[in-house]
């Protein structure tokens, strides 16, 4: 199961590599009949997907190798790594969208064949907006970070090329060039703020970030529910590694009990805890009674 799982992830991520290529020159061709800033800033943007598209690709196959010697816990946080370098090629790009656009506001013109670049830019949207939830759903379903990552930035893309065509039509219809160049300008400070978000989502991962507060309920409740025999459990703690969960806690035990009967508790805690969430990684530590409380507590 988890084999097919890491296939699909890593045969999405291949597949993003042409088709980040085909978008890219589908909106540079828009750029080249019409002359427009705004239109070269949404082609510039998606120099950059191609080049995160490489990077996903091959990070998440080092991501999926097994646990090593050097690697005990696996190699899953390397998507991180590739959603944070994504992020800032976001930010890069964003720039030089802006040297582009500032030379532009002291001599705007109104652009070339202006409604067949609407339409090249608008089927690249279109394509763009499909693989973008494609690669969304999939990594929310994989736990794939990086996937994920270039999921939102693919969506950012979407709604920025949404804006410049809306732009467009209103330098048209108005006829105030200066719009074009003032357009591009926004679409740049928009990629920032998504790149920015791409950036501190992948960080909190870095920094062993606890999982969401739904996850954490139903692994305390799997718990709760399956400790029976033991007298509590306390200092729970998560943490999310790319597509690994990790939970650790502390369970206490009657001094009398054997070191069997413990591991009995400790194999059925176990198991609920990863049908609840599944993949989880559990780690527990067996104390005494009498020991002080501390961190998160169960109550059982």
């Not at 943007?45 to 050097?70: C, G, L, M, W």
Request: charged share 15%.
């Amino acid at each position: 199961m988890v084999a097919r799982q890491d296939n699909l992830v890593q045969r999405l991520a291949l597949w993003g590599i042409p088709l980040a290529f085909g978008v890219m020159g589908l909106k540079l061709l828009a750029w080249w009949v019409t002359g427009s800033v705004a239109l070269l800033s949404d082609g510039l943007e998606s120099t950059v997907n191609v080049i995160a598209a490489f990077i996903a690709y091959f990070v998440i196959r080092y991501a999926q190798k097994p646990a090593d010697d050097d690697h005990p816990y696996g190699h899953h946080k390397a998507e991180y790594l590739s959603a944070v370098l994504e992020g800032v090629l976001i930010v890069v790009a964003a720039l030089l969208i802006i040297r582009e656009a500032i030379p532009a506001l002291s001599a705007p013109a109104l652009p070339d064949a202006p409604y067949l670049g609407l339409a090249i830019n608008a089927l690249a949207a279109v394509v763009n907006a499909a693989w973008a939830a494609l690669l969304i759903r999939v990594g929310r379903s994989h736990r794939s970070p990086a996937l994920l990552a270039d999921g939102h930035h693919i969506m950012s893309d979407v709604v920025t090329s949404g804006g410049v065509l809306v732009g467009l039509v209103l330098v048209l219809v108005t006829g105030y060039a200066i719009l074009d160049p003032v357009l591009a300008i926004l679409v740049a400070l928009n990629i920032i703020w998504q790149g920015w978000k791409v950036i501190s989502h992948s960080v909190d991962g870095l920094m062993d970030k606890a999982v969401e507060p739904e996850e954490f309920a139903a692994i305390k409740k799997a718990i709760a529910e399956n400790a029976e025999g033991s007298l509590g459990v306390h200092y729970l703690r998560t943490r999310r590694g790319g597509a690994a969960t990790f939970a650790a806690f502390d369970l206490v035990v009657p001094s009398t009990m054997t070191v069997r009967d413990a591991h009995v508790i400790c194999d059925r805690l176990e198991m609920a805890v990863h049908n609840a969430v599944p993949g989880t990684r559990v780690t527990i530590h067996v104390e005494p009674e009498n020991e002080m409380a501390h961190g998160a507590a169960v109550e059982i």
